[in-house]
Nanobody, 122 residues
Framework: QVQLVESGGGLVQAGDSLRLSCVASGRTFSRYAMGWFRQAPGKEREFVAVISWNGGLTRYTDSVKGRFTISRDNAKSTMYLQINSLKPEDTAVYYC???????????????WGQGTQVTVSS
């Protein structure tokens, strides 16, 4: 079992930055690829970014490329999502998740956090 806890969300203005964190406990964090997903009100949960177990590979959905950066610190069992130039359309609950390999679909992830709310005002 892996327990995941997100933090760092909040209410911000368009153009601001945030750094989300996801702290893992339980099984060895470094054995998992890690992903960020988000779910906006009235919409389905969508893939945002993924990072391989050692950080050597990262992938992003097109809408966040150049603004979001995913990273991880295996020594701290923590993954991050740096979000710059926030837009109102980034408003969503952001979830971190763990998978046995790099994956882009939520059904491929075994463990999920409870989510952290990001609200961007215009």
């Amino acid at each position: 079992q892996v327990q995941l806890v997100e933090s760092g969300g909040g209410l911000v203005q368009a153009g601001d930055s945030l750094r989300l964190s996801c702290v893992a406990s339980g099984r060895t964090f470094s054995r998992y690829a890690m992903g960020w997903f988000r779910q906006a009100p009235g919409k389905e949960r969508e893939f945002v970014a993924v990072i391989s177990w050692n950080g050597g590979l990262t992938r992003y959905t097109d809408s966040v490329k150049g603004r979001f950066t995913i990273s991880r610190d295996n020594a701290k069992s923590t993954m991050y999502l740096q979000i710059n130039s926030l837009k109102p359309e980034d408003t969503a609950v952001y979830y971190c998740a763990a998978s046995n390999g790099v994956a882009y679909n939520d059904y491929q992830y075994n463990y999920w956090g409870q989510g952290t709310q990001v609200t961007v005002s215009s």
